[in-house]
């Protein structure tokens, strides 16, 4: 089946600094979602991005979407320990209605 | 705020055992999710579910899955005869319309096969 990757697998930062996880398909995606997942948590949505190009800001969160519809990146801004966590990307293969997710981001900040 | 919830939190059975697993999704959802998580793994596509019948399903769903909504509110997957590889984080999730939509997850429901 059609595989979403993410790099890195995994990122240590220390606190105040940015972090910066990227998906990619080899297929072009109709649209990406995005959620964290908190250690022993489940994953929550953050957004979703559909237009080739766009650009949205949550706070120190920043998402885009690439301009072949390939590839997206979220990139998050002087980093905290509640930012602690595992970032997915999931997105639409097959039919409308199976939402695939990435093989994940883990972050870890320390102070 | 709505939410899903699963239960039980976590399960542990003998291998060849059935279990069920149960969730209420969000009461004014029509589609419905199962995914799976192995420790520190990705998040696993089961299964999706709408107007009483599977949508699409992953190769993990195989003839020992099953999925029902027996009344109005529960959505329940059925594991018929587990096996070790079936230990992981069970999700459930829903959402108001398939396609481009949030994805709204349960709390999960732990199982451990012994």
């Known amino acids: 089946g059609q595989q979403v990757m993410q790099i890195p697998q995994y990122q240590h930062v220390q606190e105040g600094e940015d972090f910066t996880t990227y998906c990619n398909s080899s297929?072009?995606?109709?649209?990406i979602q995005w959620y964290k997942q908190r250690p022993g948590g489940h994953p929550v949505f953050l957004i979703q991005l559909v237009k080739s190009g766009e650009v949205k800001k949550q706070k120190r969160l920043t998402f885009q979407f690439g301009e072949a519809k390939k590839n997206s990146s979220l990139h998050i801004t002087a980093t905290q320990t509640t930012d602690v966590g595992t970032y997915f990307c999931a997105a639409l293969t097959g039919t409308a209605s199976k939402l695939t997710f990435g093989t994940g981001t883990r972050l870890q900040v320390t102070l | 705020e709505p939410e899903v919830t699963q239960t039980p939190s976590h399960q542990v059975t003998q291998m060849g055992q059935e279990v069920i697993l149960r969730c209420v999704p969000i009461?004014?959802?029509?589609?419905f999710y199962w995914y799976r998580q192995i420790l520190g793994q990705k998040v696993e596509f089961l299964v999706s579910f709408y107007n009483n019948e599977i949508s699409e399903k992953s190769e993990i769903f195989d003839d020992q899955f099953s999925v029902e909504r027996p009344d109005g509110s529960n959505f329940t997957l059925k594991i018929r005869s587990t096996k070790l590889e079936d230990s992981a984080m069970y999700f459930c999730?829903?959402?108001?319309?398939?396609?481009?939509?949030?994805?709204?997850f349960g709390e999960g429901s732990r199982l451990t096969v012994l």
């Open positions: 297929t072009t995606l109709s649209n």
């Open positions: 999730a829903s959402n108001e319309w398939t396609g481009p939509g949030e994805l709204f």
């Open positions: 009461s004014n959802h029509l589609y």
